[in-house]
């Protein structure tokens, strides 16, 4: 007997429907961006705008990115309902100064800590955070506390390479971002409006 693509959709959506009718609970979610791959941040920025669509309100914490110029946040900081703060001095290897990076990582968990403690806003992205653990800056586990103690309601974005097997452990949805090809391998400059 030949299966007609009516019988496979039919199927399909049986599966679907029961997935759907099982997913009842209401909550904020973790997620992790991470991996070599391009569009971490970017991806977290998507959900920015999706979440201000919904009319939440968003706070934006960047570790590490130190640049004010990027078309992300020239646009975000534009809506009323974004807080938008720059905590990096730039990345490692222009800085080279570990201890005024991590006195900078320190300065902008801090107001990451603000965001988590705040009902009222509905998604934080910590973006480019994952830094912070692998060079030492701040505590993994205080930094996983605070996160599963944040308002029930609120989402989390945290994007960055290597993130840690506990915070992976501690997220609810891990994307592991893999790099097949990049434009930048074969001499072409970051460009504006795609890469910053």
Known sequence: MTVTHEQRMQKKKAVIDNKI?????????????TGNGKGKSSAAFGVVARALGHGLEVGVVQFVKGRGDTGEQAFFRQQTNVAWHVGGEGF??????KERDAKAA???WAVACGHL????????VLDEMTYAFK??????????AKLLARPPMQHVIITG???????RDAADTVSDIGNEKHAFAAGVKAMPGLDW
Do not use: K
């Open 161 to 167: 390479r290597t993130a840690p097997q506990a915070l």
């Open 106 to 108: 320190q300065a902008a």
């Open 21 to 33: 009718a099982s997913a009842q609970q209401e909550r904020g979610v973790l997620l992790i961006n």
């Open 135 to 144: 060079y030492g800056w701040l505590d993994l586990d205080t930094v996983i």
């Open 117 to 124: 403690s705040n009902p009222d806003i509905g998604l934080v």
């Open 92 to 97: 490692t290897w222009e800085t080279q100064d």
